[in-house]
Nanobody
Framework: QVQLVESGGGLVQPGGSLRLSCVVS????????IGWFRQAPGKEREGVLC????????YYADSVKDRFTISRDNAKNTVYLQMNSLKPEDTAVYYC??????????????????????WGQGTQVTVSS
């Protein structure tokens, strides 16, 4: 069973930065697309961005372009979300999730949020002055 554990959330002032980590374990043969998602109070969960096993990434949300980046370190089984220039509207619980495949997609196909197979429990990010 694939497991994902997020960490790195916290309280930050507007304009500040945070780096979230997602440690992935429990797989041997799968190629994983790892996505970051967020859910703000009273709003639906939305995709932020995702990355393939070959380090190709794409954005789900235009609102974070030029501010957020995703990367992965396969030697550490860890995916990172670097968040810069944070805004109050970025306040949410942030989740990482894994989409399992038998091949590396290279993001020739971008999975939809409901196609992700495993989810972490989330980490709270609060942006406030």
């Amino acid at each position: 069973q694939v497991q994902l554990v997020e960490s790195g959330g916290g309280l930050v002032q507007p304009g500040g930065s945070l780096r979230l980590s997602c440690v992935v374990s429990g797989f041997t043969w799968d190629y994983l697309v790892i996505g970051w998602f967020r859910q703000a109070p009273g709003k639906e969960r939305e995709g932020v961005l995702c990355i393939s096993s070959s380090d190709v990434s794409t954005y789900y949300a235009d609102s974070v372009k030029d501010r957020f980046t995703i990367s992965r370190d396969n030697a550490k089984n860890t995916v990172y979300l670097q968040m810069n220039s944070l805004k109050p509207e970025d306040t949410a619980v942030y989740y990482c999730a894994a989409h399992l495949s038998l091949v590396d997609s290279g993001l020739g196909y971008v999975p939809k949020p409901y196609e992700y197979d495993h989810w972490g429990q989330g980490t709270q990010v609060t942006v406030s002055s």
